[in-house]
T-cell receptor, first 114, second 115 residues
């Protein structure tokens, strides 16, 4: 079946450190891949996406590359800030009929210390 | 452009009661999906509505039901509430495949507590 696996948290970093959050997926066909971010007490915000192999999604200094050969979509940021503290979810979109459902990983909590 | 909105923000119910949650989709979107997010977990797909018809359902019992209206807003109804239904309920809207995109945009969620 289709699934997403993320590295376990919490991840604690100092401000300006390099961030990597690993995400691997299992899927039939060619799903679209997403990273969503959830700040405390809020809903999910789309961070970035990639729709085909070798695509790189980027936003607000975050990047992730769709690697079909390793079925991965790792999230990276060169220099994190305290304001990046949140829970990050990797997801794939399974298309059917006229829409698609998102399948999420379990989330990775990031805490950035000043 | 107005984003996805949900009401109410918080809700407390007792076991056995029924609840209705509401969602207004983003302008230009005709597809609404509902997800349940238990504490510390990723969201789980409940069902999706496309142009007022159910278009896929996750592994949830029939006491979870929904509607989509002509303006593409939606309701999630849960009957015979159980303690395990306590969660954040998220609504997401998208253009479906009409717009050639499958990106879903989420509302802030409704926090349901069942006592």
């Amino acid at each position: 079946g289709n699934s997403v696996t993320q590295m376990e948290g919490p991840v604690t970093l100092s401000e300006e450190a390099f961030l990597t959050i690993n995400c691997t997926y299992t899927a039939t066909g060619y799903p679209s891949l997403f990273w969503y971010v959830q700040y405390p007490g809020e809903g999910l915000q789309l961070l970035l996406k990639a729709t085909k192999a070798d695509d790189k999604g980027s936003n607000k200094g975050f990047e992730a590359t769709y690697r079909k050969e390793t079925t991965s979509f790792h999230l990276e940021k060169g220099s994190v800030q305290v304001s990046d503290s949140a829970v990050y979810f990797c997801a794939l979109s399974k298309i059917y009929n006229q829409g698609g459902k998102l399948i999420f990983g379990q989330g990775t909590e990031l805490s950035v210390k000043p | 452009e107005t984003g996805v909105t949900q009401s109410p923000t918080h809700l407390i119910k007792t076991r056995g009661q029924q609840v209705t949650l509401r969602c207004s989709s983003q302008s230009g979107h005709n597809t609404v999906s509902w997800y349940q997010q238990a504490l510390g977990q990723g969201p789980q797909f409940i069902f999706q509505y496309y142009r007022e018809e159910e278009n896929g359902r996750g592994n949830f019992p029939p006491r979870f039901s929904g509607l989509q209206f002509p303006n593409y807003s939606s309701e999630l109804n849960v009957n015979a509430l159980e303690l395990d239904d306590s969660a954040l309920y998220l609504c997401a809207s998208s253009r479906g495949l009409d717009g050639g995109m499958d990106t879903q945009y989420f509302g802030p969620g409704t926090r349901l507590t069942v006592l």
